[in-house]
């Protein structure tokens, strides 16, 4: 036993011979455990984020002014425009607008025409037209071409009026088969294409 005793403390003499043998070369080492944790600096704690915070309005126009001092050039607005074709014209509806509209230029044309006929009128050309046509084709039987009395307001308003009725039938007629010829030839070309863009 005595014997085990001294191996032992043979062993302790040689643990700290080379203790002191480190200590003398590179100085007095601190060894510490891997297992125990780490002390962390003092400070609040701030969780990760998955998501960044969104930019404030000052930190939008701070980029804006950014990008226009980089780029040299103001943005302007960019104008919406849409391109669309017209691929069917329904006759039906076509003929519809043409007879209201062909209706409503015939009213304006014999309203021109009395409006037209009360200012020659009141001019006196009739008169004066009249007079030099009677005196030329006049004889000594008889008086001549009457002019003033063949241009006479009523006979002027049913002349004009007849010519609108004839608009309207025409032009209505003429609208109807316009949309069917469009259709037959949008069946080849696609039709017309419009390109229709956004007010400002």
């Known amino acids: 036993m005595s014997g085990a005793t001294g191996a032992g403390s043979a062993t302790s003499g040689a643990n700290g011979a080379r203790g002191a043998a480190t200590d003398s070369k590179g100085g007095a ?26 930019a404030g309005p000052g930190t939008q126009r701070g980029e804006q002014q950014q990008r226009v001092a980089r780029t040299g050039a103001r943005t302007t607005p960019r104008t919406r425009k849409a391109r669309l074709r017209v691929a069917k014209a329904d006759p039906w509806s076509v003929m519809k607008v043409s007879f209201l509209l062909s209706i409503a230029l015939g009213i304006c044309t014999v309203i021109a025409a009395a409006v037209l006929w009360m200012v020659m009128d009141a001019m006196g050309v009739f008169s004066t037209v009249g007079g030099t046509i009677s005196e030329a084709t006049g004889s000594n039987e008889g008086n001549g071409f009457d002019l003033q009395s063949f241009l006479s307001l009523p006979r002027v308003l049913i002349f004009t009026s007849v010519i609108a009725v004839i608009d309207v039938v025409l032009a209505t007629a003429l609208a109807t088969l316009g949309a069917f010829i469009y259709n037959l030839s949008a069946g080849f070309v696609g039709g017309v294409e419009l390109t229709l863009a956004e007010d400002e």
Not at 29 to 53: I, K, L, N, W
Request: aromatic share 8%; no cysteine; net charge negative.
């Open 29 to 54: 080492t601190a060894v510490s455990d891997p297992r125990e944790p780490q002390p962390q600096a003092a400070g609040p704690y701030h969780p990760p984020q998955a998501y960044q915070a969104p």
